[in-house]
């Protein structure tokens, strides 16, 4: 048992997951949204009634934030950070510790750009921002294309499967995985890891996930530091291979970009994929609205991200004492925001719960956070769900659900594990371009 380790988790998760028991025992809406099965199938409900308590809610040990005006606005203010304060300071046999062997790298502890507030965030950013702009994005759609073509020829013709993890997962870790200049080979390994890990967005997970998304760590971090080394004498035209060549990062801070890209590349729009699946068979008359304008499908995209986003939640902390929503917050305070709340938000967006392929102001969700921290790939996860649900539907007219869809057990990361299916009668790709 390593001291960073029980430090981290006693920190992060400890306090955090007691709380929430002892209110969850009590009823309380926040932990029940955060710490229930039912939080977990249907958290719009809780969000909702948690919504007609007022806009800037006390949720011990943190404050909730839901109206979309209030979430943007704090996103946006620089008067938050993104740190969430330590409960207690750091011993000095755990200083040490650090000190010898720091945490591995992962999505959530610093030196992540996730985790960082300016300057540092941007130093962290910069370097990693020319992957991700409209023109390089829009040169990656004919991979897209590609690789979904791949994987929808490589899915049964009448026959039983699983839109997971044989197609939503899968186009992602692929894409990411060529822009990091990682194998093939080695996707599978890194959809294992992205399992493990990404419970860490989570508030007040076990010691025993934390411990097992911890040991993954450590393997991502070997892996990158073999991999980074063998870029330096062998550098491609990948993502990573500018990063290690440039020279402005070290290897414990490339692992850690390497890292956040690996995990926002494919976390993001595994889910967004998978639930766009599940709400098209939930509205068959907006899927053939689809087959008859395929104009909408990224507007389409759009309001799955509104009406069921992939990312439910995410924190701030007050860097100095102010009012907001006619509260005043002291130094340290940490608000969660309700990305799923501000969507839903009945102020921006009428009849919220109604699901409209073609709602005009679909885009204005805040999926995709808002501020200095708004999600870099962004475009490329809009581009790789448009494509890979309209090749989808269109390849597998007859497609459909065979069992019920099995729910991810995440909070922040909300999706689907499992989606059991039968695809029907294949249409072949020429038929599908005339």
């Not at 010898?100 to 130093?123: C, F, G, I, K």
Request: hydrophobic share 40%.
């Amino acid at each position: 048992m390593k001291p960073q380790y029980v430090y981290r988790w006693v920190n992060n998760h400890a306090l955090i997951l007691l709380f929430k028991k002892v209110r969850l025992r009590r009823g309380d809406l926040f932990a029940r949204l955060n710490c229930s099965a039912e939080g977990i199938e249907n958290p719009y409900a809780l969000i909702e009634q948690m919504r007609g308590e007022g806009g800037l809610r006390r949720t011990l040990p943190v404050w909730t934030a839901l109206d979309h005006e209030m979430v943007r606005n704090i996103l946006r203010d620089n008067r938050f950070g993104v740190g969430i304060p330590a409960v207690f300071g750091t011993p000095p046999p755990v200083r040490r510790a650090l000190a010898r062997r720091p945490l591995p790298p992962n999505p959530v502890d610093p030196p992540s750009m996730l985790v960082l507030d300016q300057p540092e965030h941007t130093r962290m950013r910069k370097p990693v921002t020319a992957a991700f702009t409209p023109r390089a994005v829009a040169r990656l759609q004919d991979r897209i294309e590609t690789v979904t073509e791949e994987l929808l020829a490589t899915l049964p013709d009448s026959g039983p499967t699983d839109l997971v993890a044989r197609y939503a997962a899968q186009i992602p870790i692929a894409i990411i995985s060529e822009m990091l200049g990682f194998p093939d080979s080695d996707r599978e390994m890194f959809l294992r890891w992205g399992d493990d890990i990404s419970p860490l967005l989570d508030l007040g997970i076990s010691w025993r996930t934390h411990q097992r998304a911890m040991e993954s760590s450590e393997r991502v971090h070997r892996y990158l530091v073999e991999h980074i080394e063998r870029l330096r004498t062998e550098p491609g035209d990948d993502i990573l291979s500018s990063l290690v060549t440039a020279g402005d990062l070290s290897t414990y801070e490339l692992c850690a970009s390497a890292t956040l890209l690996m995990a926002a590349g494919f976390e993001t729009t595994v889910n967004l994929i998978g639930k766009g699946i599940v709400w098209l068979f939930r509205h068959p008359e907006q899927l053939e609205r689809l087959q008859a304008e395929p104009e909408l499908w990224p507007n389409a995209v759009e309001e799955i991200l509104r009406i069921d986003p992939p990312v439910q939640m995410t924190a701030r902390t007050t860097r100095t004492a102010l009012e907001i929503g006619g509260v005043r917050l002291r130094p340290g305070s940490t608000v969660v925001l309700s990305l799923a709340g501000a969507n839903r938000d009945p102020a921006v967006f009428t009849d919220p719960a109604r699901f409209d392929i073609a709602r005009d102001n679909a885009k204005n969700h805040l999926s995709f956070s808002s501020g200095i921290h708004v999600c870099l790939g962004a475009g490329l996860a809009r581009m790789e769900a448009a494509h890979a649900l309209r090749a989808l539907f269109e390849t597998f007219p007859a497609l459909r659900l065979t069992d019920p869809p099995t729910r991810r057990p995440l909070f922040t990361l909300h999706g689907y594990e499992r989606l059991p299916a039968h695809t029907g009668p294949r249409v072949r790709s020429h038929q599908r371009a005339g």
